[in-house]
C-alpha cells in the first residue's frame, strides 16, 4: 500500500477507535458518577480531536509544492502536533479543577464493576491501535501519526490508573466496610492529569522544534558528513551545511570543494551520486548541493569541512588550517 495511503486509512482508525472509546466511557462515567471516569472520557474526547487533526494534516500535508508554497505543506503535521499538545495541557487543567472539587466534597461510586471492565477494555483498545499508529508513524517519518500514538499510549497509562483505582476502592470497602475509600478516585484523577501533562510537554518539544527550522539530529548529520568524505580526493571539503525538517521532508544543502580543472560534467556527476545516496537514505528529502574550486587555501569558512592532506594546504587570512577528524 502506498505511504499517504496507509497513513489516511491508521488516521481513520483512530478517529474510530476513540469515538467508540469517549461515548463508552462518558456513558459509564456518569451512570456511576466517578470523576475519574468522566476525565479519562474527557481525556479521550481530546484524543478524538487530535485525530482528526491528525487525519486532515496527514491528507494536507502530502499536497506537492506549489506556487504559494515552495517548499511543500510538510510542516503541517508539525502545527498540527503542537496543537494536539496545547489541547492536552487543556484538559489536564481541566481535570485537576474538577478533581480538586471531587476531592473535598468526595461521592460515592456506584457498580464499580463496569468502571473497571470499561477501563479494560479502553486499555486493550488502545495499545493495539498506538502501536499501528506507531509503526506506521516511524515508516513514513510522520509526527502527526506519531503524536496521535502517544496520546492513546498516555491513554494507556491513565485508563490503567482509573481501573487500579476504581478495583482498590472497591476491595477496600469490601475489607473495611463502613470506611469511605472515594477519595482515592479524584486522586487518581489527579495522577492522571499529571501525566497527560507530561505528554502535552514531551509532544510540544518534538513536534515545535522543526517549526523553528532546528538542524537534523546529530545521527543524521553524521551518515551525510562521511558520505561526503567518502568521495575523497574527487571531493576536497565542504562547508555551509545546512539542514531541516519540514513533516517528513527533509532539506539538506551545503557547498562541495573540488579540483578547479575538474569538468562541469565530472563534478555534476558526484553532485548526482550525493544527491541518489542521500534521496535512498532518506526518502522525501530534498537535496541543494553547490560546487566550488578549491585551490588549498582553507578561508574561515572551509577549515572545518578541509578533506586536503595538511601538506597540500595553505594558511589563509582567516586563521591556520582545521583537520577534518
Given at each position: 500500500m502506498e505511504p499517504e495511503r496507509l497513513k489516511m486509512k491508521v488516521a481513520a482508525l483512530s478517529v474510530a477507535s476513540n469515538t467508540a472509546l469517549v461515548i463508552m466511557k462518558l456513558a459509564v462515567g456518569l451512570a456511576i458518577g466517578s470523576v475519574a471516569m468522566i476525565s479519562e472520557a474527557i481525556h479521550s474526547g481530546f484524543d478524538l480531536v487530535a485525530a482528526l487533526i491528525a487525519l486532515f494534516s496527514v491528507k494536507t500535508s502530502s499536497l506537492p509544492a506549489d506556487v504559494h508554497h515552495p517548499f511543500g505543506h510538510g510542516k503541517i503535521e508539525n502545527i498540527s502536533g503542537t496543537v494536539e499538545a496545547l489541547l492536552i495541557f487543556g484538559a489536564a487543567v481541566w481535570i485537576i479543577v474538577e478533581a480538586v472539587g471531587k476531592l473535598r466534597h468526595p461521592e460515592p461510586?456506584?457498580?464499580?464493576?463496569?468502571?473497571?471492565?470499561?477501563?479494560?477494555?479502553?486499555?486493550?483498545?488502545?495499545?493495539?491501535?498506538?502501536?499501528?499508529?506507531?509503526?506506521?508513524?516511524?515508516?513514513?517519518?510522520?509526527?502527526?501519526?506519531?503524536?496521535?500514538?502517544?496520546?492513546?499510549?498516555?491513554?494507556?497509562?491513565?485508563?490503567?490508573?482509573?481501573?487500579?483505582?476504581?478495583?482498590?476502592?472497591?476491595?477496600?470497602?469490601?475489607?473495611?466496610?463502613?470506611?469511605?475509600?472515594?477519595?482515592?478516585?479524584?486522586?487518581?484523577?489527579?495522577?492522571?492529569?499529571?501525566?497527560?501533562?507530561?505528554?502535552?510537554?514531551?509532544?510540544?518539544?518534538?513536534?515545535?522544534?522543526?517549526?523553528?527550522?532546528?538542524?537534523?539530529?546529530?545521527?543524521?548529520?553524521?551518515?551525510?558528513?562521511?558520505?561526503?568524505?567518502?568521495?575523497?580526493?574527487?571531493?576536497?571539503?565542504?562547508?555551509?551545511?545546512?539542514?531541516?525538517?519540514?513533516?517528513?521532508?527533509r532539506f539538506i544543502e551545503f557547498h562541495l570543494l573540488v579540483d578547479p580543472l575538474m569538468t562541469v560534467e565530472a563534478s555534476h556527476d558526484i553532485t548526482e551520486d550525493l544527491t541518489k545516496a542521500i534521496e535512498d537514505q532518506y526518502p522525501d528529502a530534498s537535496v541543494m548541493i553547490h560546487i566550488e574550486p578549491c585551490d588549498g587555501k582553507c578561508s574561515r569558512n572551509c577549515q572545518e569541512g578541509c578533506l586536503l592532506p595538511p601538506d597540500r594546504r595553505e594558511t589563509g587570512r582567516s586563521g591556520t588550517a582545521f583537520r577534518l577528524r
Amino acid at each position: 500500500m502506498e505511504p499517504e495511503r496507509l497513513k489516511m486509512k491508521v488516521a481513520a482508525l483512530s478517529v474510530a477507535s476513540n469515538t467508540a472509546l469517549v461515548i463508552m466511557k462518558l456513558a459509564v462515567g456518569l451512570a456511576i458518577g466517578s470523576v475519574a471516569m468522566i476525565s479519562e472520557a474527557i481525556h479521550s474526547g481530546f484524543d478524538l480531536v487530535a485525530a482528526l487533526i491528525a487525519l486532515f494534516s496527514v491528507k494536507t500535508s502530502s499536497l506537492p509544492a506549489d506556487v504559494h508554497h515552495p517548499f511543500g505543506h510538510g510542516k503541517i503535521e508539525n502545527i498540527s502536533g503542537t496543537v494536539e499538545a496545547l489541547l492536552i495541557f487543556g484538559a489536564a487543567v481541566w481535570i485537576i479543577v474538577e478533581a480538586v472539587g471531587k476531592l473535598r466534597h468526595p461521592e460515592p461510586i456506584d457498580a464499580i464493576g463496569w468502571g473497571v471492565a470499561v477501563m479494560l477494555i479502553s486499555s486493550v483498545v488502545n495499545v493495539v491501535v498506538s502501536e499501528i499508529l506507531f509503526r506506521v508513524g516511524r515508516r513514513t517519518d510522520s509526527i502527526a501519526l506519531q503524536a496521535d500514538a502517544w496520546h492513546l499510549r498516555t491513554d494507556v497509562y491513565t485508563s490503567a490508573g482509573v481501573m487500579v483505582s476504581l478495583a482498590l476502592i472497591w476491595f477496600l470497602q469490601n475489607l473495611l466496610p463502613g470506611r469511605d475509600f472515594f477519595w482515592l478516585d479524584p486522586v487518581a484523577a489527579i495522577a492522571v492529569a499529571l501525566l497527560i501533562l507530561k505528554a502535552a510537554y514531551d509532544l510540544t518539544v518534538r513536534s515545535a522544534r522543526d517549526l523553528l527550522d532546528v538542524k537534523l539530529p546529530k545521527p543524521e548529520i553524521d551518515w551525510i558528513t562521511q558520505l561526503i568524505v567518502r568521495h575523497q580526493p574527487a571531493v576536497r571539503g565542504f562547508h555551509h551545511l545546512r539542514t531541516r525538517k519540514s513533516g517528513q521532508f527533509r532539506f539538506i544543502e551545503f557547498h562541495l570543494l573540488v579540483d578547479p580543472l575538474m569538468t562541469v560534467e565530472a563534478s555534476h556527476d558526484i553532485t548526482e551520486d550525493l544527491t541518489k545516496a542521500i534521496e535512498d537514505q532518506y526518502p522525501d528529502a530534498s537535496v541543494m548541493i553547490h560546487i566550488e574550486p578549491c585551490d588549498g587555501k582553507c578561508s574561515r569558512n572551509c577549515q572545518e569541512g578541509c578533506l586536503l592532506p595538511p601538506d597540500r594546504r595553505e594558511t589563509g587570512r582567516s586563521g591556520t588550517a582545521f583537520r577534518l577528524r
